[in-house]
C-alpha cells in the first residue's frame, strides 16, 4: 500500500519516560525485530484501523500496540502509535459541528458513544495515576505541512533521500532545541500580531512538546508528500528558512519582509494542498 499523502509530526521518547510495564513491553518489541519502519507504518495504520472498526463502524476493539523506534546516542527512542486513542478523538472530533444526522451517517452513536468512554478512561484520574499523563506521539496533517511545525527546526538538520524508490524528506532535532524554538517564536508573535491564528497555533504546539520527557527527540516527515514533489522541488524546499526569515522580519517590526516570506510559504504549501482537487 503507498503512503498516504501526509506529513508527520513525532516525538519519541527513552524508555525511561514510560511505566515499567510499558517499559518492558517496548524493549522486548524491539528485541522481536517488530518495529515498523516510517515509510510503512501509514499503510499498515490505514489497514489495522479499518480492520478493527468491522462493517458498519459499530464497535472500537483494541488495536495493536505498534511504534516506530529511534536510536540516538545509544539511547533507544520509541514513538507508540497510539492507534486505539486516536481513532476515539477522530471520531468524536468528526461529529463537531456537523448537524447530528450527518453526524450520526459518518460516525454512528454506538460507535461515538464507544469513542467517549475510551477517550474519558484515556484521561481519568486513575489512568493517569498508575501510567502517568496521557500524550499522543504523532500528529498527523494531509495534503500540506501546517506552518507552526516549521518552527521547530532549522535547516541544518535536514535530511533528505532521492533514491529511486526510496525518497525522503525529514527534520529531526532534540525537543530542547524544539521547545527554545517555539518559545521565542510565540513570544514573536505575542509582540507582532497579538492573538491572531497563527499565534494560537503556535502556542498549541508548545503546549504540546511539554507533554514529553526532556532526552526526546522531536521529527517533522515529508511521508506521503515526497511522491507528489520531484527530486528539484524537494532539493530546493527552504520551508523552515522562509519561516525563520519571517520571525525574524517581524521581530525587527520589518512588516514587509515578513510578508514576502508568508507570502512564498503560503503560495508554494498552497499549490500542493489543491493537488488533492485534480482527479
Known sequence: MPSLF???????????????????????????????????GPGRQLTSVIEALGAGWTRLPNLPDEAYVLEADDTLLVCPWNLRIRVAEAALNARDGVPPVLADAFVPPVLAGKAKAVVDDWRSGARVLEHGVPRVHEQIATWGVPLRWFVLFEPAERHQVTEPGRRALRYRTEISKARRRSSRALAVL??????????????????????????????????????????????????????AAGLAGLSRGEAEEASTAYDKLVARWRAVQLLERCN
Open 190 to 243: 505575542r509582540k507582532s500580531v497579538g492573538a491572531a491564528p497563527i499565534t494560537e497555533a503556535v502556542e498549541e504546539a508548545a503546549r504540546w512538546l511539554e507533554e514529553f520527557h526532556p532526552r526526546s527527540v522531536v521529527e517533522l516527515d515529508y511521508g506521503g508528500l515526497v511522491s507528489l514533489l520531484s527530486d528539484e522541488t524537494l532539493a530546493a524546499d527552504d520551508s523552515p528558512e522562509l519561516v
Open 6 to 40: 501526509a506529513a508527520y509530526l513525532r516525538v519519541y521518547e527513552p524508555l525511561t519516560a514510560f511505566d515499567r510495564d510499558r517499559q518492558a513491553y517496548w524493549q522486548s518489541y524491539v528485541e522481536q525485530g517488530r518495529a515498523v519502519a516510517p515509510a510503512e
